[in-house]
């Protein structure tokens, strides 16, 4: 079978199934199993016309789904309609379900695209952003790994560490972006390090209440965002910062750091400080050096220099930049600041609408936008 055949075969299917009326996630998704359907039956029984063959068996897979979320739709109506029979179990089956997805037959990368799509509910666009690679790389990543779990029993959980980074990405992304994922994935982490005695839930849901604690001044009345040197901290969730404080401790006393730990440590770090001018960068940038050795993320190294920046002046963080690929998402960003504080306003502004062409959504768009602008007026004067 041509796999070639396949892949330029895809676009023009995904296109009429959405002049058809399908929305373009279920679309895909149609498309998707209708090509693991071709891969399944075509070396046998190749058809006459691919491309018929596909739309017919993908419009076929979406009517399906339709209906069965309909009919879904329609039995959860009902079931709300009428009195609970007796008092309602505490936890649900959702984190259950992560784990089952996280399956030991699967990389840990392509169980977490699985679960972010099955469970977590993002779109593949959205799956794509959280890796830094292009959507049509995590769309097939998706693929791979539901025709790997095709045929498998679901009697082997996957480990907690795939699950905690679905968590992870999942409050990531309802944090910042379009779905409002946040409150879920701070339950579930909670029902974890209930059920789990591991210092990297624990770390994990620090992490998560120290950020979440800053959610409310993370915007403006107008919907613009409020870089956190600028936020409000009267706004800042008191509670949750020290219940988070409280559980990093403990976590930390351990002695088994991971990177959520790491993480949820810088996040204290700020949380500490009642104005920005006070908060500790040295230990800041102490550690993202930690982090750094925990994950050589390209991401970690790109916020340890904006921690060089503060620490040690903008030059050292622009020395820290040097070694990061340009194409890194948030790099403009980060070095249109540190030109900023360096003084250099022309290079600023040039980076940061660069840096605003890039972002990946509508408000970090329009604020790098206006700090351009907001640059480009102070160079006219």
Not at 33 to 42: F, K
Request: aromatic letters at 4%; charged letters at 25%.
């Amino acid at each position: 079978m041509n796999e070639l055949l396949l892949r330029s075969l895809t676009p023009s299917v995904l296109g009429i199934l959405v002049r058809r009326g399908a929305h373009f996630a279920a679309a895909e998704d149609a498309v998707q199993d209708a090509l693991v359907e071709a891969v399944r039956v075509w070396p046998a029984d190749p058809p006459r016309d691919p491309k018929g063959w596909l739309v017919t068996v993908a419009w076929r897979r979406f009517l399906d789904a339709t209906r069965a979320d309909a009919a879904r739709r329609r039995r959860e109506d009902l079931v709300d309609e009428e009195p609970a029979p007796g008092p309602a179990p505490a936890v649900d089956d959702t984190l259950q379900l992560y784990f089952l997805c996280a399956h030991p037959s699967l990389t840990p990368s392509s169980a977490v695209a699985l679960t972010l799509r099955a469970v977590g509910g993002l779109t593949t666009r959205q799956i794509a952003q959280a890796y830094l690679v292009p959507e049509a790389t995590m769309a097939q990543r998706i693929s791979r790994a539901k025709r790997t779990v095709s045929g498998v029993r679901f009697d082997q959980p996957g480990n907690v560490a795939t699950v905690l980074r679905v968590l992870y990405l999942v409050f990531n992304e309802g944090y910042s972006g379009d779905v409002d994922l946040a409150a879920e994935a701070i339950r579930l982490t909670r029902q974890l390090a209930a059920a789990i005695d591991h210092p990297e839930v624990a770390g994990l849901l620090a992490l998560m209440l120290l950020h979440h604690a800053r959610r409310a001044a993370r915007t403006a009345p107008d919907g613009s965002l409020v870089p956190l040197a600028e936020q409000d901290r009267g706004r800042w969730d008191t509670e949750s910062i020290t219940e988070g404080v409280e559980i990093l401790q403990a976590a930390l006393a351990r002695d088994r750091l991971g990177e959520f730990q790491a993480q949820a440590a810088i996040a204290a770090l700020h949380a500490d400080a009642p104005i920005a001018e006070e908060t500790d960068w040295v230990q800041i940038v102490e550690w993202y050096d930690e982090l750094t050795r925990l994950t050589d993320s390209p991401v970690v190294r790109l916020n340890r220099a904006v921690a060089v920046g503060e620490a040690d002046g903008p030059r050292a963080g622009l020395a820290a930049l040097v070694a990061l690929d340009e194409s890194l998402p948030r790099r403009a960003a980060v070095a249109a600041y540190l030109h900023e504080r360096a003084g250099d306003l022309a290079t600023a502004a040039r980076l940061y609408a660069e840096a605003a062409q890039k972002a990946p959504n509508l408000a970090e768009r329009d604020h790098l936008t206006r700090q351009a602008a907001r640059l480009n007026a102070r160079g006219c004067r």
